[in-house]
């Protein structure tokens, strides 16, 4: 089992960056694809990025290509979602994601976090 756990959300005004990190206990996520997600009110979870084990990466929405990054740091055993340019309408609770391929963390990932609010004011 996997308990993944986000943190680095926050309060933040438009135009300012954040780095959300995504953690395990229990087990090393070397072996894992590791995937972010959004949710904001009222809208259905969006796919936002993933990373590969050999750190390949893929992006959804048009709207964070170019500002948001994934990243994956072994020796940490964490992976980044660093977001740049932050835009009101990026305010959501994002999630960690994990599974053994990009395309099961982009489908039916078999781990989720509890979320991190990530509020940007305009």
């Known amino acids: 089992q996997v308990q993944l756990v986000e943190s680095g959300g926050g309060l933040v005004q438009a135009g300012d960056s954040l780095r959300l990190s995504c953690a395990a206990s229990g087990r090393t996520l070397r072996g894992y694809a590791v995937g972010w997600f959004r949710q904001a009110p009222g809208k259905e979870r969006e796919f936002v990025a993933a990373?590969?084990?050999?750190?390949?990466?893929?992006y959804g929405a048009d709207s964070v290509k170019g500002r948001f990054t994934i990243s994956r740091d072994n020796n940490k055993d964490t992976v980044y979602l660093q977001m740049n340019s932050l835009k009101p309408e990026d305010t959501a609770v994002y999630y960690c994601a994990a599974g053994s391929t990009l395309a099961v963390v982009k489908d039916r990932p078999d781990y989720w976090g509890q979320g991190t609010q990530v509020t940007v004011s305009s």
């Open positions: 990373i590969s084990v050999i750190r390949i990466s893929t």
